[in-house]
């Protein structure tokens, strides 16, 4: 495959992409069932109009018939009242019409054979058509709860990537807590050992004065036990 080819590819499936973001599938579906209609709706306009020019030569036949069988009584008046020749005329006449009225007959039944095929196209478009509005509707619902579940799914999603960075943050909060605290307590224990001064003057002048306070307590015991022995 040749760089042109490949870059054809390339685009090709950049472009099938896009299509597939901008495309809903709802909208093409729908679009065609409305193409459907408008050509099962000229079927049916077609069905009308054979209709309507089957009933207009029907009339035109009906006319004939009624100048065929006025012409019919007239050569019969003729013929009555020795009027060969006015007979004659008037027959010449009635086979004209008469050939008129059989093109007419031959055409109703044309326009009656096109009628009928047209009724049973439209019959089987409908058929289809409303297959179609069925199949069209339940693939709609489908995508429909598809792409709910995707957005579902994606929130989910989203939301388990930001519990997992959560919780990430409180793991390296509980880890900075628990160093500090043991920070603080080892400070305290090199404190009390001596290790440690501690310059803010609390803890030395509380020394004092517990010495202070042990010395005191020492005088009063040995006073004390002199006085017992003196007695």
Known sequence: MGFLDRMSTVVQAKMNKIMDKIEDPREVLDVSYEKQ???LQNVKRGVAEVTTSKKRIELQKAKLQMSIDKLDSQAKEAISANREDLARKALENKASLQAQSNSLDQQITDLNDQQQKLMAAESRLAT???????????????????????KITESVTGISEEMADVGMAVQRAEEKT????????????LLESGTLTDYSGGDEIENELAKVKAKSTVEEEL???KAEMKK
């Open 128 to 150: 289809k058509v409303e297959s179609f509005r069925t199949k069209k509707e339940t693939i709609k619902a489908q995508y429909s709860a598809a792409d709910a579940q995707v």
């Open 37 to 39: 209609l408008q050509l």
């Open 178 to 189: 628990e160093n500090m605290k043991a920070r603080s307590a080892a400070l305290d224990e």
């Open 223 to 225: 006073a004390k036990m």
